[in-house]
Nanobody
Framework: QVQLVESGGGLVQAGGSLRLSCAAS????????MAWFRQAPGKERGFVGA????????LHADSVKGRFTISRDYARNTVYLQMNSLKPEDTAVYYC?????????????????WGQGTQVTVSS
């Protein structure tokens, strides 16, 4: 089992940057496929990015490709989401997720564990 704690959210102006962190408990961090999802007000939660067990495979949603980058640090048991060139439409609660087995990477059902979320607000 793993517990996930997100941090790094906040209020930023359009064009600015934020880095979200997700700290994972336990010694099996390397065993989990990690991802970020987000949920904007009035919308369903949607996929943002994912990173594989060895950190070599990453996938980003088309809406954030070229602006956001997912990465992971095994020494710190942490996964990051670097967000650049932020837009007002990026405003959402961002969730970290972990999967112990492989499935549809962009789908919520693959992921067994979720963090509590961190709010990102981008002002115009």
């Amino acid at each position: 089992q793993v517990q996930l704690v997100e941090s790094g959210g906040g209020l930023v102006q359009a064009g600015g940057s934020l880095r979200l962190s997700c700290a994972a408990s336990g010694r099996t961090f390397r065993s989990y496929y990690m991802a970020w999802f987000r949920q904007a007000p009035g919308k369903e939660r949607g996929f943002v990015g994912a990173i594989g067990w060895n950190g070599g495979n990453t996938l980003h949603a088309d809406s954030v490709k070229g602006r956001f980058t997912i990465s992971r640090d095994y020494a710190r048991n942490t996964v990051y989401l670097q967000m650049n060139s932020l837009k007002p439409e990026d405003t959402a609660v961002y969730y970290c997720a972990a999967a112990s087995s492989f499935g549809v990477v962009t789908g919520e059902t693959m992921y067994d564990y979720w963090g509590q979320g961190t709010q990102v607000t981008v002002s115009s």
